[in-house]
């Protein structure tokens, strides 16, 4: 009898896990992705609690103080300076073509997966089903992931079953989500395959593509500390990533950088909490095109200040020669 009521229960589980037909039917519409894949797909998936009980706890929700330390860290510098070492011909060439520092790439690829040492290790497939099915807060989103997956694999001649990734459905040294794998690998090598889970030449040149297809602008700051004397700092501060506000209005309300900018200059003005109250800084464009590749001001602010300490660090290094960019495939 109790062998037959769990039978009954892991019916019923797997029915309510199931995705309505008719809700895969217009997510195939929309995404452009054959149905019968799709089933294919949800078939083989499995909806898995940790991966709800992860995205409810994000490092993101911990205050500055306490998330700067997991990922600015004397060992991601170091290590940083290891990898911009071992691969300078490719970070050089990467900055050539994309216009992107070197420091940023190493940075975003250092705190994403640790220089491809931490790669993830929840399937993708059953990530991007559970958070697309039965994450109701950002079902939209992780469910068109979903569908990018499924044509993804089918481009990339992948097993959707083996794919490793972070509990989000990340990938690969850069941790793309599908469509952004889609949208924005390159084979940077010149190989024939664009593969960012091995290959951390392909992993640079595809996250210089990133920034450079979001308007990095080559040269110009991210942020910069500010001043607020008697300004009132609750009136200016917003909770959205977009620079909704112009340099002018911080000024008038009494805020100083070091760096005078062009009154209508695109601003966002952001606290970040300290352990002893808020810092204050302004970012600007492309502190915002950082935060295109994760919205947190927190994860843009440790990209920025470790991408600063690894160029610290790697310009105090012995340079041999200068890194010249190397042919691939005929061409620079």
Known sequence: MRGAWLAISLCSLTASAAPAPERLALLAEQQQVPLAELQAATAQARLRQEILDTISKPWEAKPWHSYRPL??????????????????????????????????????????????????????????????????????????????????????????????????????????MPSSYRHYAVDFDGDGKRDLFANPVDAIGSVANYFALHQWRWGESAVEPALIGLAPVSTLLRPEPELKQQWAELAAAGIELATPLAPDTPVKLLALEQADGPEYWVARHNFYVITRYNRSPLYAMAVHQLSQAIQEAYALQPQTSPAQPELVAGRL
């Open 71 to 176: 990922f600015v860290t004397q060992a991601r510098i170091q290590d940083g300076v290891s990898f911009w070492q071992r691969h300078a011909d490719a970070l050089a060439r990467a900055e050539q073509r994309y216009r992107v520092p070197a420091s940023l790439i190493v940075a975003i690829i250092g705190i994403e997966t640790f220089y491809g040492r931490q790669m993830g290790r929840h399937s993708v497939l059953d990530s991007l089903y559970t958070l697309g099915f039965h994450y109701p807060a950002r079902e939209e989103f992780f469910a068109k992931e979903f569908a990018q997956l499924v044509l993804l694999a089918k481009e990339e001649k992948w097993p959707l079953t083996r794919l490793k990734g972070s509990y989000a459905g990340a990938m690969g040294m850069g941790q793309f």
